[in-house]
Nanobody
């Protein structure tokens, strides 16, 4: 069983930055791609970014490309989402997920509980 715990959310002003972390644990946490998704109030969960197990391929939603960067540490047990130039529309609960490399939630088997990001205007 894989456990995922997000951290790093908070309140930031427009144009500010935050770095989210996702710590993974569990005996079977190997060869999983990692993704970040977000869900704003009244909206469906949406894809933000994904990175392969090796970390050599990453992809982003159009809405965050050029502002957000996904990465994972050398031990491959922590995944980061560096968020720059934040906008009020980035306000959401951000979820970390582990599974196959893909851009929809159906590709992912394990989910964290989420961390709130609020961007004030």
């Amino acid at each position: 069983q894989v456990q995922l715990v997000e951290s790093g959310g908070g309140l930031v002003q427009t144009g500010g930055s935050l770095r989210l972390s996702c710590a993974a644990s569990g005996p079977t946490f190997k060869n999983y791609a990692m993704g970040w998704f977000r869900q704003a109030p009244g909206k469906e969960r949406e894809f933000v970014a994904a990175i392969t197990w090796i970390g050599n391929i990453a992809n982003y939603a159009d809405s965050v490309r050029g502002r957000f960067t996904i990465s994972r540490d050398a031990a491959k047990i922590t995944v980061y989402l560096q968020m720059n130039s934040l906008k009020p529309e980035d306000t959401a609960v951000y979820y970390c997920a582990a599974g196959k490399y893909g851009f929809t939630s159906s590709w992912y088997d394990y989910w964290g509980r989420g961390t709130q990001v609020t961007v004030s205007s």
